[in-house]
């Protein structure tokens, strides 16, 4: 297996020079035992901590580059899109995420509340291996990536249960670990995208995963302008956004961009200055909103970023370190 940068996130450390979510379903159709059977071949105070101008994003924020984006695009589906038939009361729909050390959660941000569905017990080839990424579907399988060996499995979202899967790591010589996010396709149905970190002269990449049809790796092609170390999740409406870290530094402030699925182009980008990544950090949306989980002093941040406000409110906080989240293309889009 090829080698990987080390990232801060995951229980990992930088190199002394940086080599620079979603599943669709109700609250109850997600807590509902899965069936692993078919396809397992293989605290917060509320205070609004920075206000952004959502037309003029700060300048020391961003490379030059990406100061001259115009901000995220995140108007809901047109009126002429229908919601897929398999969303089912998708206004229950949650955020999920996973913890260094396992633990699987739900957090509802009608409450900012936290809720331990369970602690997963992947079967890894390594048993130091730990979750690094993850992304959840609209049946309520959430696809967790661990590092440092690649391997990709299913979990439930209603009991933590963990089965492999058929992914075979490094198709493509692709990093074995990734940033991963469901998005709607146009014609209603959802693809799993991954996002690499650059390896050696091997730049930061945007695939696909095709987790019905054997786990094939395709890639779509090098962000540009090039982002790095960064977290994916999408929407009903078709977006897919990333949550990085300009510059490489996850001690300063982070960045959320938005991506073209066909070319890997970074069209679109806000700047979230105060909001600092630190050892873990992951992302979804839901109802219109950002949410990111970020651990800048070990424990994870809840903060809820408001693209058309432009306000960045701390809402949570838990002593887990997340460091995945998936959150369903079915869930509310405004």
């Known amino acids: 297996m090829s080698a990987t940068p080390m990232r801060p996130r995951r229980r990992l450390l930088f190199a002394a020079v940086v080599a ?21 071949d293989a605290k917060g105070d509320g205070s609004i901590i920075h206000r952004i101008d959502a037309a003029m994003p700060e300048e020391d924020a961003l490379d030059e580059e990406e100061d001259a984006l115009p901000p995220l695009d995140v108007r809901p589906p047109p009126p002429d899109v229908a919601v897929p038939s398999d969303c089912v009361d998708a206004g229950s729909t949650l955020i999920y995420v996973i913890s260094v050390s396992n633990n699987l959660y739900s957090f509802d ?18 048993p130091t291996a730990t979750p690094f ?7 309520g399988i959430a696809y967790v990536v661990f590092s440092p060996t690649g391997e990709l499995f299913r979990v439930s979202t209603a009991n933590a249960a963990c089965v492999p899967t ?6 493509q010589q692709f990093p074995p670990t990734f940033g991963m996010g469901f998005s709607q396709d146009d014609d209603g149905g959802e693809t799993l995208y991954v996002a690499s970190d650059a390896v050696g002269s091997q730049p930061s990449q945007l695939a696909t995963i095709d987790v019905a049809n054997g786990y094939t790796l ?17 929407t009903g409406a078709g977006g897919l956004f990333a949550f990085w870290a300009p510059g490489g530094n996850a001690s300063a402030g982070s960045a959320i961009v938005q991506i073209d699925k066909a070319t890997a182009q970074v069209t679109n980008s806000s700047p979230l200055p105060t909001v600092t990544q630190g050892d873990g950090w ?7 909103a950002f949410y990111t989980f970020t651990a800048p002093n070990g424990s994870t941040v809840v903060t809820r970023f408001d693209p058309t406000t432009g306000s960045v409110v701390q809402v949570a906080q838990t002593d887990d370190e ?3 989240a998936g959150v369903s293309t079915c869930a509310p889009q405004q």
Do not use: Y
């Open 20 to 40: 620079l979510v979603a599943a669709c379903g109700s609250r109850t159709g997600l807590l509902v035992p899965v069936d692993f059977d078919a396809g397992a």
């Open 282 to 288: 992951a992302f979804g949306f839901w109802g219109g």
């Open 133 to 139: 990424s993850m992304a959840v579907d609209r049946k």
């Open 109 to 126: 941000p009608a409450t900012n509340a936290f809720t331990q569905l369970g602690t997963i017990a992947c079967p890894s080839i390594d």
């Open 218 to 234: 395709g890639i779509v092609n090098s962000f540009n302008p090039p982002i790095n170390l960064a977290e994916l999740t999408g």
């Open 166 to 171: 058929g992914f075979a790591s490094g198709q």
């Open 322 to 324: 997340i460091v995945g």
